[in-house]
C-alpha cells in the first residue's frame, strides 16, 4: 500500500467519486446495510446507552444549519453550566459532561432534531423545583429566550425517561425513521445527509471542562464548537 499523503482537495473530491460509482460486496445491498447500522444505533440508544430524557428541537422552515448546530451547541453549554452552578462541585470535568445524540428530520414541521440527553452530573434542585424534569426544562426555557433575539424562536418538547424497554425502542425507530434518507452510495449529493447531521456531542464537538466561578455564561462568551469551518484552525 502507498504511504500515506496530503491529497490536494480536487484529487479527493474525484476519489469520493470514483469510489461511489464502484459496486463491492459492501454496498450491493445499501438497503440492508442501511438497515443494520439503524438496527444497532436501536439497540445501543434501548440497552446501552443511558438516556435520561428525550427532547425535540423544532427550527422551523429554512433554518442555516450551521446556526441550528450552534444553537444546539450553546444549549449543551449552558444546560451543563447551570447544571454546575446548582450542583456542590466546583468544577464539571469533560467526563461530567452530558452527552447528547441527534437526529436531524424534515417532515412536515421545517427541519428539527430528536435527541436523547444522559446526564452524568445532576442539578440540586433545592426547594424552587418539583422535580428535575420542571429543571430542564426551566434551563431550556432560559436559554431559548437568550437566543431568541439572535436566533429567533426555537421551540422544543422535552420528555423524562420512565417507560417499559419496548416502548424506548418505538422512541428511537421514530427518532431515525428518516435517518439514511438523502444519500446513497451511486450519489454523494442526492439530497440532504441525515447521516452527516447527526450530531454525537462527545466526539462532534469535544466538550471541555467547565469551571464553576470562571467563565462566562453568556451566548458570545461560550467557546466555539470543535467541529465548527474555521474552529481551532483546521479548515
Keep these: ?90 468544577v464539571m470535568m469533560e467526563a461530567d459532561r452530558s452527552e447528547w445524540i441527534l437526529f436531524p428530520e424534515l417532515g412536515g414541521r421545517g427541519l428539527h432534531y430528536h435527541g436523547f440527553i444522559k446526564l452524568h452530573m445532576k442539578p440540586n434542585l433545592g426547594k424552587s423545583y418539583a422535580s428535575e424534569w420542571f429543571w430542564m426544562r426551566a434551563a431550556f426555557l432560559d436559554t431559548f429566550k437568550a437566543l431568541k433575539e439572535k436566533y429567533g424562536s426555537i421551540g422544543f418538547h422535552i420528555y423524562e425517561r420512565r417507560w417499559r424497554w419496548m416502548d424506548e425502542l418505538k422512541v428511537a425507530m421514530y427518532s431515525m425513521k428518516e435517518f439514511c434518507e438523502g444519500v446513497t452510495f451511486t450519489d454523494l449529493n442526492d439530497g440532504f445527509d441525515r447521516v452527516g447531521y447527526t450530531i454525537f456531542s462527545t466526539p462532534d464537538w469535544k466538550p471541555s471542562r467547565i469551571l464553576k466561578h470562571r467563565g462566562s455564561n453568556k451566548i458570545d462568551g461560550i467557546p466555539s464548537r470543535a467541529n465548527k469551518v474555521g474552529s481551532l484552525g483546521f479548515f
Design 1 to 90: 500500500m502507498n504511504k500515506v499523503r496530503n491529497i490536494p482537495t480536487s484529487d479527493l473530491i474525484a476519489l469520493e467519486k470514483y469510489y461511489a460509482s464502484l459496486e463491492t460486496s459492501r454496498t450491493l445491498n445499501p438497503r440492508e446495510h442501511n438497515h443494520l447500522v439503524k438496527k444497532h444505533l436501536y439497540e445501543y440508544l434501548t440497552y446501552k446507552f443511558d438516556w435520561d430524557y428525550w427532547i425535540t428541537f423544532e427550527f422551523g422552515y429554512n433554518p442555516d444549519l450551521d446556526d441550528v448546530e450552534d444553537i444546539l451547541h450553546i444549549a449543551h453549554h449552558r444546560v451543563d453550566k447551570r447544571i454546575l452552578k446548582h450542583s456542590p462541585h466546583p
